[in-house]
């Protein structure tokens, strides 16, 4: 079963940086597309950024694209997510996941970022 441990958020201050880390287990995410989501408080959970295994492209959505990167250590089975220029409208619980495969439907705990103004 797959399982998805996020950590690397905090409280920060507008403009800052952070970057969290998703150590995977029981999904392979050298031959998997990975993604990172996040939801803000009383809000639903909405898409952040994708990382393709085929061709090593990446998508994101349009306010955090030029801010944030989604990396990936093939060796380690972890992605990352490098957020600079943090925004309030940033803050929420950020969670990494599988984007295709048996297990795109688990998610974790997640870890928490809030960005102060």
């Known amino acids: 079963q797959g399982q998805f441990v996020e950590s690397g958020g905090g409280l920060v201050q507008a403009g800052e940086s952070l970057t969290l880390s998703c150590v995977v287990s029981g999904v392979r995410v050298p031959t998997t597309d990975m993604g990172w989501y996040r939801q803000a408080p009383g809000k639903e959970r909405e898409f952040v950024a994708q990382s393709y295994w085929r061709g090593g492209d990446t998508t994101y959505r349009d306010s955090v694209r030029g801010r944030f990167h989604i990396s990936r250590d093939n060796a380690k089975n972890t992605v990352y997510l490098q957020m600079d220029a943090l925004k309030p409208e940033d803050t929420g619980v950020y969670y990494c996941?599988?984007?295709?495969?048996?297990?795109?439907?688990?998610w974790g705990q997640g870890t928490q970022v809030t960005v102060s103004s």
């Open positions: 996941k599988a984007m295709s495969g048996p297990r795109a439907n688990v």
